[in-house]
């Protein structure tokens, strides 16, 4: 095979010149062996280039896909994405994914802040053509859907880190409005005027001279999705980008297995042979679970350079939009499938109600029957679930997509096991089931710095937080959110101990209120914060 590569800093940039297996025989190669039953598959070293297509792994069962590392350990088969591909493990059992580097053209606006609004709220900036470019008449990534939350940030130029409302303990959010072209500066950049949703220069301060600044929407693929996976190890795999989170993993029995995970950036090589010093590694969260019946095992890692929270560990709640009650102990419900996961729910399921806004414990049930509501009435209110909940008198704060009104009511048949049923009430209760808790997670020996919003996210029980090294990024929150719908607000046997917490905000740990109401047990020791 032939390789050629150049040096940048301590990363090799490989050049498209790889032979041997393209990405379409890589495709056919594990398509052939999860159908046979084949125990493993030897990738050799080269780059593959999959474009905006994915990269599937579904169905396999006891599969080691396993690429090439160099001396240092660093993977040398790396798969290449545009926006819209991924990697994609789906409906699969004990596989493991070993020395494999992700990576992806351009998915963000890169560029240098030429001057700032006396106001704070507009910049012009220029921008290179290498990545994208903020131009909203011809690049879909700044068009609708994604042009709702395209974040804005700003970069030291002299160590490269992000320039941050120092002690605050959560994301930077400021968000780009607007862009406008100004005309070519050179050949190869583009100046555009961009105004913002808030002064940054009260919010943030005086930029220092020569500023970076990155644009990022959000959408499109997840550079590495593992779907209803269980019991899998994802070992020494690489992301160096993606149009939205670098992991996600979700919606099956979980227990899976991620050990030197580097999500980190690196120099990108455009085809026009300029090298662009890439200043994120993905455009939204960097490792996202949830849902799955059993957390994740993360161990020595490290997260960084990510476009929003480092990584969060969650489940979903839902609304519960009506109540009647047929019997003594029993309940038919109708609730808002806002997380896409009734249809997994079961006769037998267990579960929990808790009031919307305190979160406060009212009841526990099982499931006797569940299925689709048909209900006129109930399929209207559907439609309006956001907004009704967002006045008074319930007065919530919901991110939009949590709501879309896309998503389908269900109606169940439940028995009630403890707790009062007189609590349980239509616009008022959320529901969390046994069945997506995702529950013992693990985090050990890693390291996650520099994310434009919150560090860690702990939302889950029986978690074990340890030994690990967390810098640059908006604090620890322990507990559910409302606002996005996720956590369990009865969990409990949560262990954070002997980390270290350098410079992410006052406080750098926070816990939800619940927590305390509903007597969760929560160990915080020997963690050393530093501001």
């Known amino acids: 095979m032939a390789v050629l590569s150049m040096v940048i800093g301590v990363f090799a940039i490989i050049l498209p010149v790889a032979r041997g297996m393209n990405a379409v025989e890589l495709q056919q190669a594990t398509d052939a062996a999860?159908?046979?039953?084949?125990?493993?598959?030897?990738?050799?070293?080269?780059s593959y280039f999959f474009n905006n297509t994915n990269f599937l792994i579904a169905g396999a069962h006891n599969l080691v896909i396993q690429g090439q590392a160099d001396s240092n350990g660093i993977p040398t088969t790396t798969l290449w994405f545009a926006l819209g591909g991924d990697v994609s493990v789906l409906n699969s059992h004990s596989v493991t994914l070993r020395n494999i580097a992700?990576?992806?053209?351009?998915?963000?606006?890169?560029?240098t802040v030429l001057k700032m609004a006396d106001d704070g709220l507009s910049f012009t900036a220029t921008f290179g053509t290498e990545l994208l470019l903020p131009d909203t008449t011809s690049v879909p990534f700044f068009q609708p859907p994604f042009n709702v939350s395209i974040k804005v940030c700003f970069w030291h130029p002299n160590n490269r880190t992000m320039v941050r409302n120092d002690g605050f303990a959560g994301a930077i959010n400021v968000f780009m409005t607007s862009s406008t072209s100004m005309g070519p500066m050179s050949p190869d950049s583009v100046i555009f005027k961009i105004t913002v949703s808030r002064n940054v220069t009260d919010y943030l301060g005086p930029l220092p001279s020569g500023a970076f600044v990155?644009?990022?929407?959000?959408?499109?693929?997840h550079s590495l999705l593992v779907y209803n996976t269980s019991d899998s190890l994802f070992d020494n795999v690489h992301v160096y980008g993606g149009g939205s989170m670098g992991?996600?993993?979700?919606?099956?029995?979980g227990n899976n297995r991620y050990h030197g995970l580097n999500m980190t950036r690196r120099p990108f090589m455009a085809s026009t042979g300029v090298v662009v010093d890439r200043l994120l590694?993905?455009?939204?969260?960097?490792?996202?679970?949830?849902?799955?019946?059993?957390?994740?095992?993360?161990?020595n890692s490290v997260l960084s350079w990510t476009g929003d929270d480092l990584m969060n560990i969650c489940s979903a709640m839902m609304i519960v939009m009506d109540a009647w009650q047929p019997a003594a102990n029993k309940l038919r419900v109708a609730v808002f499938d806002n997380a896409h996961y009734l249809s997994k729910i079961?006769?037998?399921?267990?579960?929990?109600?808790?009031?919307?806004?305190?979160?406060a414990y009212q009841a526990t049930a099982v499931v006797d029957s569940i299925a689709l509501s048909t209900n006129?009435?109930?399929?209207?209110?559907?439609?309006?679930?956001?907004?009704?909940?967002?006045?008074?008198?319930?007065?919530?704060?919901?991110?939009?997509?949590?709501?879309?009104?896309?998503?389908?009511?269900?109606?169940?048949?439940?028995?009630?096991t403890g707790g009062s049923q007189a609590a349980i009430a239509g616009y008022w209760s959320l529901i969390h089931f046994d069945r997506f808790k995702n529950v013992g997670a693990t985090v050990q020996n890693s390291h996650l710095h520099d994310g434009y919003a919150r560090i860690f996210l702990v939302k889950g029980s029986n978690s074990t937080i340890t030994n690990n090294v967390f810098e640059r990024a908006g604090g620890v929150h322990m507990g559910p959110e409302q606002s996005w719908l996720e956590g369990d607000p009865g969990m409990t046997?949560?262990?954070?101990?002997?980390?270290?917490?350098?410079?992410?905000?006052?406080?750098?740990?926070?816990?939800?209120?619940?927590?305390?109401?509903?007597?969760?047990?929560?160990?915080?020791?020997?963690?050393?914060?530093i501001p």
């Open 34 to 46: 999860i159908a046979s039953g084949q125990p493993a598959l030897d990738v050799p070293a080269g």
């Open 102 to 111: 992700i990576d992806f053209n351009g998915t963000y606006a890169q560029g």
């Open 214 to 221: 990155t644009l990022m929407p959000r959408g499109y693929e």
């Open 247 to 253: 992991v996600v993993d979700s919606g099956g029995e």
């Open 281 to 299: 590694s993905v455009n939204a969260d960097g490792f996202h679970s949830t849902s799955n019946t059993l957390g994740p095992i993360i161990t």
């Open 346 to 359: 079961q006769s037998g399921d267990r579960h929990s109600f808790y009031h919307l806004n305190t979160e």
């Open 376 to 416: 006129s009435t109930i399929l209207s209110q559907a439609t309006s679930l956001f907004r009704v909940l967002s006045n008074p008198p319930y007065n919530a704060h919901f991110e939009r997509p949590v709501l879309a009104s896309g998503n389908r009511p269900y109606e169940l048949e439940i028995t009630l």
């Open 493 to 529: 046997n949560i262990v954070f101990a002997d980390n270290v917490l350098r410079a992410c905000g006052e406080p750098a740990i926070q816990q939800q209120p619940c927590l305390a109401a509903n007597h969760a047990n929560v160990s915080i020791v020997n963690n050393t914060v």
